[in-house]
């Protein structure tokens, strides 16, 4: 089975500072994809990032970077000049064994102070 | 824009009346969708998988006959949350697989069973 194990319920940091988010998975699966997602007050799901575990090199999506570290199992956000319109609800996680379906961590709230 | 249209983003009803969700495709084709609910600062966790020409596949805990999911399309899935209770009310959400490492959520349906 998989999990997602987010450890820091809630984070600030000061505006155009950079900001990592935890992230640590458990799978017996070989292969398997990784993803950050940022859900604003309004609800919706923003795709940020994507690692997959064959990917030998950190993903990286403009302001966005995963220290993907597969030995530790772990895949952190680092969010780089964080900006207000950063504060949002963060979860990382795993898609599954059939390759569609996603198992979520507990999120991560991020707060940008200026 | 976006690429998965979720209806209603909101809605209120009273106990004992069912409310139906819909999540549309708008650029491409899904055989498969999926269902997801988020209580109030908690994570998302998958009710079901939506399947187009079959039944729909729903995890653990799951009450099939409460939430009926209905794949009419290959671009159209609906759940019905039927004899609604306050204890249903929460943030549904669907999302649609596209390739190998992408996946878009519709905009999310707030439910609340008053």
Known sequence: AQKITQTQPGMFVQEKEAVTLDCTYDTSDQSYGLFWYKQPSSGEMIFLIYQGSYDEQNATEGRYSLNFQKARKSANLVISASQLGDSAMYFCAMRGPTGNQFYFGTGTSLTVIP | GAVVSQHPSWVICKSGTSVKIECRSLDFQATTMFWYRQFPKQSLMLMATSNEGSKATYEQGVEKDKFLINHASLTL????????????????????????????????????VV
């Open chain 2, 77 to 112: 899935s609906t759940l019905t949350v039927t004899s609604a209770h306050p204890e249903d009310s929460s943030f549904y959400i669907c999302s649609v697989p596209q390739g190998g490492t992408e996946a878009f959520f519709g905009q999310g349906t707030r439910l609340t």
